[in-house]
C-alpha cells in the first residue's frame, strides 16, 4: 500500500463522478462497495489490508499471536461443547490475510486434527496470501490431510454451507451501510451525487411507511432533525446466512466495533464511521476514494432484528472468559526459563504481556464488543 497521505480526488474518485453523471447518484452502500471493492480500483484491490507493518489498520489478530490462541482454546471449549466431533469446522468470513489462522494453528488446539478451518476472502491478493503463507487449499472438497488443521480458502461459500461455528473479526463493519438522517418530517436518505468535478452528498426522503423509516422509528424514537444513523442491510443479510450455516447446532460468534442506533445518533457520523490508510485516520469518506479504508460501528439492535444475540460482553471479557490471563502467565513463566536462551519461544512468551495489554485495553481494542448467536436447544419452547 502506499504509504502517501491520501488525496483529496482519485482516479477511481473521476471513474465514479463519470458513473453519477451517466446513471444518476449512488445510494450510499454502493459508494462504499466501490470504494472499498471496486475490482480495479477499491481499496482491497489495489492492496489495502490489516497489518502491524505492510497493513493499513491494526486488527487483533495482527497484534500479535496471543489473540488467536485465546480463540484455539475457546475452539477447544466450543468442540468439546458439541461432544467432540470427528470434523469440527470453522468458517472464519473476512479472513483479511489469514493471521488469526495461522495463530490458532500454532497454538496446537486439542481439537487440531480434527479442524477444518475455512478462510472466505472476497480479495483476490488476499486468498492468494492464505495459498502462499499457510498452504491453504481452495478447494472446499479437498480431503483433509491425516493430521494438522485443515485449512481451506474461497471466495464465498453456498447458503447451506454446513458450519459448527462461523467467527468474523472485524468484517461487518466493513460490510457497505447506507445512511439514514432524520429531518423534520421523517427520515431521508444520503446519495452521492456530482457537483463540478467532485463528489457530493444528496439527501433523498424515504417514505413515512417505508420498512427502514418504521424500523428507524422504532430505533430512535427521540432523534432530531439532522442526527445521522447507518442502515445495515447487508450485514442483516449476513447474519441470515450465518445462522443458516450454523443451523441449530453451531454459533456465530462476531468481534467488532458495535453501539446501538440511538447511541450512534447521538455521537454523529465523524464517530461511528471511519476512514483508514497507512495507519492514520483517512479524509473524509467522499475523498481519497479507493485509497482508504471506509469503516462502520456495527448496530446491534439492527442485528438483534434478525436473532438478539445470546451474549454481548466486551473483547476484554471474552478474552478473559477463554484464559488470557493464564496464557500471560504461561508467557511470563517461559520467559524466565527460556531467557537465557533468547530463542523465538522465549520472543514470543515475553510479547504477550504487551499483546494482553493491547488487546483487553478499553481504550482500544478490548472495548470491541464480542456477540454470540449459541446453539438453538430444541428443547427450549422459545426454539424455531
Ligand atoms: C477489516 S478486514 C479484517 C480482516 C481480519 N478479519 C482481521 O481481523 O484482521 C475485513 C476483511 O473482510 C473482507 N470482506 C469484506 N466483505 C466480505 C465478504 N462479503 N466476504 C468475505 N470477505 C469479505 C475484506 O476484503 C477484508 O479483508
Redesign the pocket.
Known amino acids: 500500500m502506499d504509504s502517501a497521505s491520501p488525496s483529496a480526488s482519485t482516479p477511481l474518485t473521476d471513474e465514479l463522478v463519470e458513473r453519477v453523471r451517466l446513471d444518476g447518484p449512488l445510494r450510499f452502500d454502493a459508494f462504499m462497495e466501490a470504494v472499498l471493492y471496486d475490482p480495479r480500483r477499491g481499496f482491497?484491490a489495489t492492496g489495502g489490508?490489516?497489518g502491524a507493518r505492510a497493513g493499513d489498520f491494526l486488527?487483533?489478530?495482527?497484534v500479535g499471536p496471543l489473540f488467536g490462541a485465546v480463540v484455539a482454546r475457546a475452539i477447544d471449549h466450543w468442540w468439546v461443547e458439541a461432544g467432540s466431533p470427528e470434523r469440527f469446522t470453522v468458517v472464519e468470513?473476512?479472513?483479511?490475510p489469514g493471521?488469526?489462522a495461522a495463530a490458532v494453528r500454532l497454538a496446537s488446539p486439542v481439537c487440531t486434527d480434527r479442524l477444518q478451518w475455512v478462510l472466505?476472502?472476497?480479495?483476490a491478493a488476499?486468498r492468494a496470501r492464505h495459498v502462499e503463507r499457510l498452504g491453504a487449499s481452495s478447494d472446499p472438497d479437498s480431503h483433509r490431510p491425516t493430521s494438522g488443521v485443515h485449512l481451506v480458502s474461497v471466495a464465498?461459500l453456498p447458503d447451506a454451507f454446513p458450519a459448527d461455528v462461523v467467527l468474523a473479526?472485524?468484517?461487518l463493519d466493513?460490510?457497505p451501510v447506507r445512511v439514514a438522517q432524520r429531518t423534520t418530517t421523517g427520515w431521508s436518505e444520503v446519495w452521492v451525487g456530482v457537483e463540478g468535478s467532485g463528489l457530493v452528498e444528496e439527501l433523498q426522503p424515504l417514505p413515512t411507511n417505508d420498512p427502514d423509516s418504521l424500523m428507524l422509528d422504532r430505533l430512535v424514537p427521540d432523534a432530531s432533525a439532522g442526527q445521522r444513523v447507518p442502515l445495515q442491510h447487508e450485514a442483516r443479510s449476513w447474519l441470515r446466512w450465518a445462522l443458516g450455516a450454523v443451523g441449530n447446532r453451531g454459533r456465530v460468534v462476531v468481534l467488532d466495533y458495535a453501539d446501538t442506533t440511538a447511541s450512534m445518533a447521538r455521537r454523529g457520523p465523524e464517530a461511528w464511521m471511519r476512514t483508514y490508510a497507512s495507519h492514520g485516520r483517512g479524509a473524509g469518506p467522499l475523498e481519497a476514494c479507493g485509497t482508504q479504508d471506509l469503516t462502520c460501528d456495527v448496530a446491534i439492535d439492527q442485528l438483534a432484528e434478525v436473532r438478539p444475540p445470546d451474549a454481548e460482553v466486551t473483547q476484554a471479557e471474552f478474552l478473559g472468559s477463554h484464559g488470557i490471563d493464564e496464557l500471560v502467565e504461561q508467557g511470563r513463566q517461559m520467559w524466565v526459563e527460556r531467557a537465557h536462551i533468547g530463542d523465538l519461544a522465549a520472543v514470543r512468551a515475553r510479547s504477550r504481556v504487551r499483546e494482553a495489554e493491547a488487546l483487553v485495553d478499553l481504550a482500544g481494542l478490548g472495548a470491541h464488543r464480542a456477540l454470540e448467536w449459541w446453539p438453538v436447544d430444541p428443547a427450549d419452547p422459545g426454539a424455531d
Open positions: 482491497y489490508r490489516a486488527t487483533s489478530p495482527e468470513p473476512g479472513a483479511g493471521t488469526l472466505v476472502e472476497r480479495t488476499q464465498s473479526n472485524e468484517l466493513n460490510l
